[in-house]
T-cell receptor, first 115, second 112 residues
């Protein structure tokens, strides 16, 4: 299995509080991604990174920010959580960008509940 | 925007049966198409990747085909086993979008 660790795996928080999810990889892959998975929507890309300090928005980026200060870590922050951000969040990595990706490896997910 | 559809949403078959899962997409200009497996409470595992220039890929009992002109892909599973029970998702990579567009998946149950 690809070395991808997400933390925390489960979190319950209240509306308006900040939340940070962490993705840590040991594969030295250049590209890292944050997705959310919701019933009826499939997986949707939130943000991605193509290198240290290089990030870009995905399909559903509003309300989220990311940072990548080291190759191995990609953080997803919800500055002020809302109930609509209740979801399962997946981190993924690849050695190429998605247009030429050989394989996309996923973490096991972080289940976030915003009350 | 690329739209990816998987029908049916759920499928139950007896063990040993051969089966086909379907994936359709709206824009035929794609880079590649991937099939993933997701077990409950787990992340996604890549099963097969088909580049746009390819027609099919095989891995063990799995065979995926791609017909870009009709916007369709199928995942064929031979001699199904209870361990094949999972949700299967397809995802399409499209030019101009550094993104994979995912279908909502087909939940497969193989009955012993």
């Amino acid at each position: 299995d690809a070395g991808i660790t997400q933390s925390p795996r489960h979190k319950v928080t209240e509306t308006g509080t900040p939340v940070t999810l962490r993705c840590h990889q040991t594969e030295n892959h250049r590209y890292m991604y944050w997705y959310r998975q919701d019933p009826g929507h499939g997986l949707r890309l939130i943000h991605y990174s193509y290198g240290v300090k290089d990030t870009d928005k995905g399909e559903v980026s509003d309300g989220y920010s990311v940072s990548r200060s080291k190759t191995e870590d990609f953080l997803l922050t919800l500055e002020s959580a809302t109930s609509s951000q209740t979801s399962v969040y997946f981190c993924a990595i690849s050695d190429r960008g998605l247009a030429g990706v050989r394989e996309l490896f996923f973490g096991e997910g972080s289940r976030l509940t915003v009350l | 925007k690329q739209e990816v559809t998987q029908i049916p949403a759920a499928l139950s078959v007896p063990e040993g049966e051969n089966l086909v899962l379907n994936c359709s997409f709206t824009d035929s200009a794609i880079y590649n198409l991937q099939w993933f497996r997701q077990d409950p409470g787990k992340g996604l595992t890549s099963l097969l990747l088909i580049q746009s220039s390819q027609r099919e890929q095989t891995s063990g009992r799995l065979n995926a085909s791609l017909d870009k002109s009709s916007g369709r892909s199928t995942l064929y599973i031979a001699a199904s086993q209870p361990g094949d029970s999972a949700t299967y998702l397809c995802a399409v990579g499209s030019p101009g979008a550094n993104n994979l567009f995912f279908g909502t998946g087909t939940r497969l149950t193989v009955i012993p």
